[in-house]
């Protein structure tokens, strides 16, 4: 399912935004929701996903029996606050912590006597530095040799670049990781287990994720649980077309996987990615940030590349089940908006206590 085929990345972006198709294609959806008796919830798994369908208004043309919700699909809103709070503590003891500018104010402990984000500790005398590349950090640790960690966050499509400089060697010793990356198809079979209370008809599969996953990695959700799955791109034609596809299946009664973002993604996808984390880094189970803990879900150092790792080169005990904590401050319903319980709105903090320039949750 392709809309156009064009070599010019200009003109097929324009072409995908163009608002009469949008029109054409809402009013195909409205026409199959009718003949629906049900309610269909639609989730999406990708924060660039749920931009789209928010920057272009896209829930305002659904039916009223269609509703589209957000999943876990932002690596820094699931990072566990412990892992926040361990680079907080480095930083204020002098060890220079390099982040990603989307993690900077990313809210960790929830004690008093600790700066809640790393940019409260910069503010606060700690050593942290916003850097827009992993590359950046592994140049700058290299030239002044000063002892340094990166907060590694991101599902499959930063954990290759990440995880490059540390197969090859390049990421010098004084470079340590916080290896928090997380893996998204064991997620969505988390929500889809352990949450029934809030059925999904559903699935917009990710489409930065698929172009290292493939679209394949995604098969067993209409496979296993019977559930209409599309991987899409991130312009708001490409998020209309999912969404038509899955009324056309749920309309039909039969599941499929539909790759839609066949522009960029292929089947099998990034082989050598792939090949990368798995060289690098073992799967393990993984904390979730108000989530819990969840099988299979997370990459830790392996081998000799565990000279890499921050938490052992520090002394920092592991986060494990018995250790995890349900890290969000009181009355914060980030966890419930997250596995598409409840929407942001529901929170009573949301634009008030809580907004982007000063968060109350993560």
């Known amino acids: 399912m392709q809309l156009v085929d064009s070599s010019n990345p200009a003109e097929l972006s324009a072409r995908f935004r163009r608002r009469e198709h949008a029109e054409r294609l809402a009013l195909a959806i409205s026409k199959i929701a009718r003949g629906l008796d049900d309610q269909v919830k639609i989730m999406d798994f990708c924060g660039t996903h749920e931009w789209t369908i928010t920057h272009y208004g896209l829930r305002s043309l659904m039916p009223p029996n269609v509703e589209l919700v957000a999943g876990p699909g932002c690596p820094v809103c699931i990072t566990p606050g412990y892992f926040v709070e361990a680079a907080v503590r480095l930083a204020m003891d002098g ?19 600790l700066p809640k984000s790393l940019e409260e500790a910069k503010l606060r005398g700690g050593k942290v530095e916003v850097v827009y590349s992993v590359l950046d950090a592994v140049r700058i640790a290299r030239e002044d040799g000063e002892e340094s960690v990166f907060l590694a966050v991101g599902f499959e499509t930063t954990a290759p670049a990440t995880l490059a400089p540390v197969r090859s060697g390049d990421a010098p010793n004084n470079l340590k990781f916080i290896n928090v990356h997380r893996l998204t198809p064991p997620i969505t079979r988390y929500v889809l287990e352990t949450h029934p209370e809030a059925p999904i008809r559903g699935i917009i599969a990710p489409g930065h994720v698929s172009a290292i996953t493939g679209a394949g990695a995604w098969a067993f959700l209409p496979g296993e649980y019977g559930i209409p799955t599309v991987v899409a791109g991130f312009e708001p034609i490409d998020v209309l077309l999912a969404i038509l596809e ?99 709105t529901d929170c009573p903090m949301f634009l008030r206590a809580c907004t982007p320039e000063s968060p109350y949750g993560p």
């Open 95 to 113: 060890v220079r912590v390099f982040t990603y500018g989307d993690s900077y104010r990313l809210q960790g402990s929830l004690k008093a006597d």
């Open 246 to 344: 899955i009324l056309r299946q749920v309309r039909e009664g039969k599941a499929r996987l539909v790759n839609e973002y066949s522009r960029v993604v292929s089947w099998e996808g990034n082989l050598e990615a792939q090949r990368l984390m798995r060289e690098t880094c073992d799967v393990v189970d993984a904390g979730w940030r108000g989530i819990g803990f969840v099988p299979d879900s997370g990459l830790a150092f392996k081998g000799g590349f565990r000279r890499y790792d921050a938490l052992e080169a520090y002394g920092i005990p592991e986060l494990t089940p018995e250790t995890w904590e349900r890290d969000l401050p009181p009355g914060c319903r980030c966890a419930e908006v997250t596995l598409g319980m409840a929407k942001p």
